[in-house]
């Protein structure tokens, strides 16, 4: 394979081609099966950074990725389980994904968290799982019993792909991220396709995935990352859309004007403080943000929880509230 061609294509800034879908599959086929020298590997890894993706080189790259992705395979015919890449961190404020997770689960959604077991000088979803109990999955066959358990799971990338972990790894050498941490958000590891939430901080690539989930079919909640990660910032709800079988359905519009007040957040981002404020949102103590209680009923509509969007907002108003006074959720309604 003649890297220098590739590398020829992707910083030629004059002619601006981009690769067509079968010439970034079998790239992204040579990049994950370790088949680039360390030469050719930075400069392609670099160049594929400071240029903006095409659909068809992320569908190519993509493509190639999910061919490498082991799969988990679970019989859940009520709900769908949700699938959340964690591939940010907290750097400015906590990170709230596990506290998602965590209030899916309380109506009986499993869900699995797939990411990194480094945070790279953030604080990484697998360190807050940790201080609340829940311990990275070694086997796929573990996380398999976790979700028809109904429990959230966190299923490290290296599990999944020891390609995707040696790409996402390049990040303690190069010092930057790179294409990998892009799609990774996008892949669903379940044999029967699950609801996936995706956040994308960048006006650009958020329209880029945009694409890509309308192109590809996927069953997804698309919204602007929070340090990177898919929650919803809780000073200042983002727009949430809605994917299924190439269409877009708009949930929530993007609050507009100055951050709301959010005296109840943790007192520091570490994964100790971030675990213990978690707690106490969960006993009812402390209360829900309003924008993670829009996110929760957006996933509840996507997992399949309720048939319609309103009344799912309906139960999270009731069951959890901006107070989170409920401690436990019921069973899924019938049907």
């Known amino acids: 394979m003649r890297f220098a061609r590739y590398i020829r294509v992707l910083v030629d800034r004059v002619q601006a081609h981009a690769l067509d879908f079968e010439e970034a599959r079998e790239l ?22 400071t240029r903006s993706l095409s659909l068809e080189e992320l569908l190519g790259l993509s493509q190639a990725l999910g061919e490498r992705v082991y799969q988990v395979a679970v019989d859940l015919p009520r ?25 899916l689960q309380r109506f009986g959604i499993p869900v699995l968290i797939h990411g990194t077991l480094e945070g790279y000088g953030r604080v990484a979803s697998a360190y807050i799982l940790r201080e609340l109990g829940i311990p990275p999955s070694t086997s796929l066959a573990q996380a398999r019993m976790g979700l028809e358990a109904g429990q959230v799971v966190f299923v490290p990338a290296g599990v999944l792909s020891p390609g995707l972990a040696m790409l996402l790894g390049l990040r303690n050498r190069m010092g930057v991220r ?19 939430i995706v956040g994308a901080s960048q006006p650009v690539q ?59 957040l943790p007192q520091g981002i570490d994964a100790l403080a971030t675990a213990r404020w978690t707690r106490q949102v969960l006993a009812g103590e402390a209360p829900l943000p309003l924008p993670l209680a829009n996110q929760l009923a957006c996933c509840l509509f996507g997992a399949g929880y309720t048939p ?19 401690q436990r959720a019921p069973a899924p309604p019938p049907g």
């Open 178 to 196: 790179n294409v990998a941490h892009v799609l990774a958000k996008l892949i669903d590891p379940l044999k029967s396709p699950g609801f996936r």
């Open 206 to 264: 958020r329209s880029l995935i945009r694409d890509f989930l309308r192109e590809t079919g996927a069953h997804a909640l698309l919204l602007p990352g929070t340090d990177g990660e898919a929650f919803a910032s809780p000073q200042r709800r983002p727009q949430l859309e809605y994917f299924h079988e190439g269409e877009k359905q708009l949930l929530f519009d993007a609050e507009i004007g100055p951050a709301r007040a959010t005296p109840s």
């Open 79 to 103: 709900v769908h389980p949700v699938v959340i890449g964690s591939y940010g961190g907290a750097k400015m404020q906590a990170n709230l994904l596990p506290l998602l997770a965590l209030l």
């Open 308 to 326: 319609d969007v309103n009344q799912a907002k309906a139960i999270v108003a009731f069951e959890v509230g901006i107070g989170a006074e409920r």
């Open 28 to 49: 992204g086929a040579a990049l994950l099966d370790g088949g680039v020298p360390d030469l050719e590997l930075g400069a392609l890894m670099v160049a594929l950074r």
